[in-house]
């Protein structure tokens, strides 16, 4: 059964970049799309984007111009980084694994970075 | 982009009762393509219902999906403490995708 687990800082200064990795485990990262949906405290769920595991993405529109999702196969991780941050960006960063036209799942269990001086 | 509203924001309820979820599309989303999940605090959300009225892996049939077009609806049959929680939905057709703005479900 796949799992998923995010790691990177959960403290990030206004202006920098936020970084986070996703390691899957119990299964391959090869085949699969996977993606970031991020929460900000109280608030509801907003997709940011996908990869496919050859390193083919699609973004949210509302994010595009500071994201950029990342894979290695060999480490079977994938990266969320996320530039110019401010405090909106604060919220619960969730990895999962989607399948095109699918719902999403599995989820991790998410990462909460607060952007903050 | 397809704006999914959920309503009520609010839904309070008691254990035993019937709990009826709306969730409205901006423009018509193939029922295919409509999720619901669940989230618990500090959790992250569960499937619940995947292709506007198919029920995920392991989830009760208490809960039901159904809809179309625009429209569609997410009704728990009668609630057991364990659902009392924030429900989403999905759309999952077209890009970019979207999620409602969730429907709290309390504790009268």
């Known amino acids: 059964q796949v799992q998923l687990q995010e790691s990177g800082p959960g403290l990030v200064k206004p202006s920098e970049t936020l970084s986070l990795t996703c390691t899957v485990s119990?299964?391959?990262?090869?085949?699969?799309?996977w993606t970031w949906i991020r929460q900000p405290p109280g608030k509801g769920l907003e997709w940011i984007g996908y990869?496919?595991?050859?390193?083919?993405?699609n973004y949210n529109p509302s994010l595009k111009s500071r994201v950029t999702i990342s894979v290695d196969t060999s480490k079977n991780q994938f990266s969320l980084k996320l530039s110019s941050v401010t405090a909106a960006d604060t919220a619960v960063y969730y990895c999962?694994?989607?399948?095109?036209?699918?719902?999403?799942?599995?989820w991790g269990q998410g990462t909460l970075v607060t952007v903050s001086s | 982009e397809i704006v999914l509203t959920q309503s009520p924001g609010t839904l309070s309820l008691s254990p035993g009762e019937r709990a009826t979820l709306s969730c409205r599309a901006s423009?018509?989303?193939?029922?295919?393509?409509l999720g619901w999940y669940q989230q618990k605090p500090g959790q992250a959300p569960r499937l619940l219902i995947y292709g506007a009225s198919n029920r995920a892996t392991g989830i009760p049939d208490r809960f039901s999906g159904s809809g179309s077009g625009t429209d569609f609806t997410l009704i728990i049959s009668r609630l057991e403490p364990e659902d009392f929680a924030v429900y989403y939905c999905q759309q999952y057709g077209k890009s970019p995708v979207t999620f409602g703005g969730g429907t709290k479900v309390e504790i009268k």
């Open positions: 423009q018509s989303v193939s029922s295919s393509y």
């Open positions: 990869i496919y595991y050859t390193g083919s993405t």
């Open positions: 999962a694994r989607v399948r095109l036209m699918s719902p999403i799942g599995p």
């Open positions: 119990g299964g391959s990262i090869s085949n699969n799309y």
